[in-house]
């Protein structure tokens, strides 16, 4: 009984360490794409380009977040973090992201991306609850 107690603070963790590792992974291939796609002066747009646990820096949008609990509703969420872009000076990220009506050509960075790498996010941070929780039962 001991041991499965303790096995809900493992898996967080787990699941914590493996959400900020791949946020990261994803907001630096992010960045990359941004850098190939925009080769002048685009470091305000890569800068903008980062995760958080909590709010929203003001004036970026959110590409998605992640929740470690399965349902949706908020009370299942026991960890939540959001990747983001258009934070300061690159607000107009969103500009080239969506186009405008004034004939700016929507140039989507930010999309494409985390649909590419979405399911490795999600493979990596089950895989690394799955192996907390081994390695604790296997302690003992």
Known sequence: MAKLKRIPDVAVEAARQAMEEGAEEVCEYIRNLVRSTFTQRS???????????????????????????????????????????????????????????????????????WKAKRAEFRKLIRDRVRAAIREELRRG
Do not use: C
């Open 43 to 113: 470091g305000d747009m890569v800068q903008s380009i980062g995760w958080t646990w909590g709010e929203l820096p003001p004036g970026t949008f959110m590409i998605d977040e992640i929740r470690s609990g399965k349902n949706k509703g908020d009370q299942y969420a026991t960890l939540r973090i959001r990747i983001y872009a258009g934070a300061g000076d690159g607000f107009y990220f969103r500009f080239h992201e969506f186009g405008t009506k004034d004939g700016v050509p929507a140039r989507p960075t930010f999309y494409p991306a």
